[in-house]
T-cell receptor, first 115, second 111 residues
Framework: KAGVTQTPRYLIKTRGQQVTLSCSPI?????VSWYQQTPGQGLQFLFE???????NKGNFPGRFSGRQFSNSRSEMNVSTLELGDSALYLC??????????????FGPGTRLTVL | GNSVTQMEGPVTLSEEAFLTINCTYT??????LFWYVQYPGEGLQLLLK?????DKGSNKGFEATYRKETTSFHLEKGSVQVSDSAVYFC??????????FGAGTRLTVKP
């Protein structure tokens, strides 16, 4: 079974621009979560989608948004980029069923650099 | 809220040494606990997990036991190899899709 894929792997943007990252989950997985990883803050939860609905959200400003499509693929968008948004963005998928916890499987990440 | 505290690194060991990486957690309910490993330039790979008290997760010679009385999930391996060099993350999950991670412990194993 193919793993979680993320595109692109690397991105360089300048302050004020916006960016869209893409994630394809493991086949059959309907839950997709996004995380931001930085040396200073570590791994932080952004949001989670299941069946095209955001079910859970971390503590990030509204510049960070996401969506999920009917085939479970997900995108996240960051608008008005700031230097502090430079990070590794990780996507994870699971076969989550509401009311339970399940293992998350991670993609290789998208390395975003904001200049 | 839920949180994870893990042993700060870096940790440097010689090949075949015994490894312990401490992890303690704070949770309001009954979370599942995980250890993930991250190799340079890669995402996180699941190493092992435990879903209830006294469960032992194990994989590739690594073990961790879910201890509710001490709220701990320490990672151990009896004999490390150079190939085990990586960053190890302890994590818990109680809410759907929301996994809380420790800060990570960098392990370097020298031949």
């Amino acid at each position: 079974k193919a793993g979680v894929t993320q595109t692109p792997r690397y991105l360089i943007k300048t302050r004020g621009q916006q960016v869209t990252l893409s994630c394809s989950p493991i086949s059959g997985h309907r839950s997709v979560s996004w995380y931001q990883q930085t040396p200073g803050q570590g791994l932080q939860f952004l949001f989670e989608y299941f069946s095209e609905t955001q079910r859970n959200k971390g503590n990030f400003p509204g510049r960070f948004s996401g969506r999920q499509f009917s085939n479970s693929r997900s995108e996240m968008n960051v608008s008005t980029l700031e230097l502090g948004d430079s990070a590794l963005y990780l996507c994870a998928s699971s076969s989550h069923i509401a009311g339970s916890t399940d293992t998350q499987y991670f993609g290789p990440g998208t390395r975003l650099t904001v200049l | 809220g839920n949180s994870v505290t893990q042993m700060e690194g870096p940790v440097t060991l010689s090949e075949e040494a015994f490894l312990t990486i401490n992890c303690t957690y704070t949770a309001t309910g009954y979370p599942s606990l995980f250890w993930y490993v991250q190799y340079p330039g890669e995402g996180l790979q699941l190493l092992l997990k435990a879903t209830k008290a006294d469960d032992k997760g194990s994989n590739k010679g690594f073990e961790a036991t879910y201890r509710k009385e001490t709220t701990s999930f320490h990672l151990e391996k009896g004999s490390v190899q150079v190939s085990d060099s990586a960053v190890y993350f302890c994590a818990l999950s109680e809410e759907v899709g929301d996994m809380r991670f420790g800060a990570g412990t960098r392990l370097t194993v020298k031949p």
